[in-house]
Each structure stands twice: as C-alpha cells, then as structure tokens.
C-alpha cells in the first residue's frame, strides 16, 4: 500500500527511531528523577483563578450591537453565537455559543538525540482551566496573539525552532530536521474552525534547558500518559502526528508472547494488510463529507435560542453542555502574571473511546466520520464513541450515540487502556474525558454501519500527515494507543 496512508520509505529511520525512543523508559533523567521534577513544579507553580461575572472581566466587553463578548484589543478570541444544520440527524438544527478564534496558534515540540535515543523537550505548564494545575506540555504551546506579544508580556521561550522550520534559510536550513509539520483541528463542538500548527522540530544544536523544561523519552512520556491529567491535550495531539509507522516495524521489535503488544505494532508497519485500500479509506471519507447537509455560522450571541445569559454566565436552559463563564488569573512562570478572560465550562465528564480488535493479527480501530459544526471540512474521523453521557438525558434518544452502552459496560479485561484527561486548559475550564481503548473480538461490527470503518494505526498515522482529517480526540486517542507500544502487554 503506498500514498497518502503510507509513511514515505525515506522515512523508515525515523520510525524505527521513535518506536526506540518508545521503549526507553530512561534518558537524560530517570522517571524517578522527572516525577520528582514535576511534582515540585506542581508544588510551586500554582495558580489562583477566582470565577468573575462576564460583566467584570477586566480588558473584554460585551458588544452592545451583538452580545459577542470580546477583547479590548480585537486579538486573542471572543465569544459569539453558532448557527447550525444537519440535515437528517436527530437535532437537525440549534444554535450554541462558540469560541471564534481564528489565529493559528504554534504547538511545538524539540527534539534531540541522546546517547542515541530521541528525546523530546517538554514543559511543565499550569493552564488557569487545568484541573490539577501543571501538567506535561509542548516546547511551546502559544496563540499567535501572544507569541507575538500584544499583551506586552515576556517572549515565548524555543519560538525561533518553530517559526523558521520551513523558511528554507536560518536555523532550519543548517542542522534542524522538521519530523511533522501540519494544521490539525481543535474541537468542533466548542470552537468554529479552530486551528494549530502540530510541529516536531529535531535538532543537532546544544539547547540550553530553562527553568521549567526537561528533556523526556517517549517511552517516558507514555509512562505518564497513562496516569490521569499528567500529560495534556496539546502535548498528545502533537505526538499523535510523529510519524509512528513505517515498514517491518513489527520484525523489528518483536515481543515474544505479547500478542496485543505485537498486534500493535504490526498495525503501526505499513507492510502489515488491513482491511481497506487507501483509495477505498479515501473515497469513504470523501463520500461521508459530501452526502452531508451542514451548514454551520456564526451569528451575533444575543441571538442563540435556549441560552440564558444570568449571574454572571450564559448556560443552556437545561443546565446541561456547558457554561460560558469569566475568571481572573494571577500565576507566576508566564508570559504575564495575571489577566482575565471568558472559558467554556463542560458540565459533566466525557467518554471518548476507541473499539479495537485484530485482525489477521493486525490491530484495527473502529473510527466514526462524525459532524461537529466547527469543523472547516464538514467531518472528520473521530473515536467509536465520543460524548458525555448525561447530555443525552434531554436529547432525543435517536441522538444517543450507537456503541455508547457497549462502551459503559465494557469488562475490565477487555479495557487495553483507561485513564481521565484534561482538554485545553487555556479556553476550557475543567474540562475532562475519560479515554479508553476496548478491545473486541475478531468478529466484532464487521459491518458497523456508513459512518464508521476499521482502520489500521499506520493509516491513521498516514492520514495525520494532512490537515482535517482526524479530529482531536482520536489524535489524543491514539496516541494513548502508541503508548501502549511500550507497555507490558
């Protein structure tokens, strides 16, 4: 299989390099040594954030034509109404609050070789929506208002390794290798065509280590991942985009009596078979996306039906999905050591899960071409199930998603990985899922319905290397599932 779902062969090195990276669980520090690490940051760099009415928040207003809520500046993001339509789904229509944030931001991660194991440069950041303060960052994880400084704060430590990658001249041009470069999605149900730079920058150069950042191995990093809101959203969606897949993989690091853990790298080797061609996988995301009726805009906020805005906040009439609600920020070890802002708060936890089984021995993921209104392209591929569960108590049961029962009541020996995550913690206020990988068996959903396809991990990975087509929680997904590549299986 060659093409788009395939990792180019010129780029095999790297993927035997970042599966050796996967099983070194220590580096330049032990894990011991990276625990202890964060733990004091998590004991010194905390944040106080105290909930403020929308009225109050100090450098944003509401506008008095719209009822958008927006920034003195113009920059950063504002909050306004979304307007949209699918045609024949349970809701075919509603409006909702969004966050309009149409600067692309740069989430990027160094990396470096060590005694000759890539390595990978990672912060230690307390975003004011986290639920437990830090957590395992990118290198740089920064919007283009602040990068660029229009709050006047202290400059983004490492931008110059992302913002001249592709310049052909300067630093990328001598001894900087791009890994992966591309636009991804942010959520679909809380931003309107959001969008970020997933960038691994590889470098020769000695790096002087601030205050704040250590240098992990992935197979370290994955340790981490399977603990709950250690390693955040930004980090996993720009892992997901390594190129984790190449040919022989699976010969190369063979696990004797691990099946799944074989499984998982045969899955990750583009020379392993897998259910659908590339031009079949191809043709069925291009079939989902234009027999879909969507249409999807922004609309003044003063004008989303079954919103109230009152005591400070907008909230559904139901008192489900989520809060748009104002806090004030004081934290050290940021661009700037205080401010405010609006977030969206979800109400409830959600569940975003992947079905999993194998096939001929090779692993295969059950994905869902899903429509979200914020998405620029109509769907992308999303995991089996992704929803909170409590929303559904008010939604037409028609709308309850298929394979969310067989999801909560899963056995716990089919539960391959289970932990509770943070999402963005800059726009997001405690805002958590639940991710899981179940497997089935062999036979399982071998006709799961129009909207939904196996694929194998190195399709998925062959798909990341372009924008819009795996959404952010499959990309948090797998690499949840990458991870499992390092653990005893």
Known sequence: MSGILTTPTADRLTAVRITESALATSGVASLAELQAWLAERRRTDVAAVERVPLDDLERWHTDPGTGNIVHDTGKFFRIEGLSAQVGGAAVPAWTQPVVNQPEIGILGILAKEF?????????????????????????????????????????????????????????????????????????????????????????????????????????????????????????????????????????????????????????????????????????????TRTRQEVRAGTVPLRDVEGWVRAGGTVSHESGLFFNVMGISVRAGHREIGSWCQPMVEPIGIGVNAFLVKRVDGVLHALVHARVQPGYLDVTELAPTVQATPGNYSWLPAAARPRFLDEVLAAPPEAIRYDSLLSEEGGRFYHARNRYLVIETDPGHAEDPGADFRWLTLHQLVGLLRHSHYVNVEARSLIACLHSLSGAAG
């Open 115 to 287: 005694d000759g194991i890539l390595h990978f440069l990672m912060q230690a950041k307390n975003e004011p929506g986290n639920f437990d303060g830090v957590e395992i960052s990118p290198t740089v994880q920064a919007t283009r208002s602040n990068y660029t400084q229009v709050h006047r704060g202290n400059p983004v430590p490492y931008l110059e390794y992302f913002r001249d990658s592709g310049s052909g001249s300067g630093r990328a041009a001598g001894r900087h290798r791009v890994v992966a470069d591309v636009l991804q999605s942010e959520q679909g149900a809380w931003f309107f065509q959001k969008r970020n730079r997933n960038i691994v920058v590889e470098t020769e150069e000695d790096v002087e280590v601030l205050d704040g950042f250590a240098w992990f191995t992935l197979g370290q990093i994955h340790l981490l991942l399977a603990r709950d809101a250690v390693v955040n959203m930004d980090a996993r969606t720009v892992l997901s985009c390594l190129p984790f897949s190449g040919a022989g993989l699976a010969a190369s690091f063979p696990f004797p009596g691990q099946d799944f853990r074989n499984a998982l790298l045969r899955s990750c080797s583009d020379d392993a078979g897998g259910l659908l061609s590339t031009g079949a996988i191809l043709s069925w995301i291009t079939e």
